[in-house]
């Protein structure tokens, strides 16, 4: 059963990709969503040019992965008659990373909008695990009821809030503890982060 993933227009984009990286290398079959704003997103912080249809995009990042075991899939973020809109996938697992804070708000509200929308709704009521990675800072008041409300309705809220205790050396370093989050929460056990162990 694949897992879905979400990339929306929020910066972190690295976030994103770096979690397909490690769900593919797994075994794991993703299929990927990615909004409009996901894709100029991508352009500016990574070296990906996805332009084209479907089969296009695709054929870009299994280059940019390289050779997996597991499978990926796009579904353009318009194609709300996508498998992934309907509970009788039984999709069970739908990660938005980064997740932009318009995005979580009409997910929030249940509007289904686009297939990233309706797609997290459907975990919502399935009783699925939704697992959305905001990046946003400062945060008002709007976006604190929201993640509030996503809370309470049964998702994760694991903000790209990366750790220092680990000292991480390099960029890649403090994208793995945020990624190594979210696996913890999907129940997949990981080493990209080191674990705290208390004082020596």
């Not at 397909?20 to 912080?45: C, M």
């Not at 996503?150 to 680990?166: D, E, K, Q, W």
């Amino acid at each position: 059963m694949a897992k879905v993933v979400a990339i929306t227009g929020a910066s972190g984009a690295a976030y994103g990709l770096r979690l397909i990286q490690e769900l593919l290398k797994r075994g794991d079959d993703v299929a990927l969503i990615i909004s409009p704003s996901g894709f100029l997103v991508l352009e500016q912080e990574t070296p990906l040019r996805l332009r084209g249809n479907k089969t296009e995009i695709e054929r870009g990042l299994k280059k940019y992965f390289g050779k997996t075991d597991g499978r990926l899939s796009c579904f353009p973020a318009d194609n709300i008659g996508a498998p992934l809109s309907s509970g009788s996938a039984r999709v069970r697992d739908m990660i938005v990373c980064p997740c932009s804070m318009g995005a979580l708000a009409r997910i929030s509200c249940g509007i289904s909008g686009n297939l990233i929308e309706r797609a997290a709704d459907v975990i919502l009521k399935e009783k699925g695990r939704l697992i959305l990675v905001p990046r946003e800072t400062p945060l008002n008041q709007i976006h604190l009821e929201n993640m509030l409300k996503l809370s309470r309705a049964g998702a994760h809220i694991i903000p790209a809030m990366p750790g220092f205790y680990h000292q991480p050396k390099k960029i890649d370093d403090l994208v793995d503890f945020v990624v190594g989050k979210v696996l913890d929460a999907m129940g997949i056990e990981n080493k990209l982060y080191k674990r705290w162990d208390g004082e020596k």
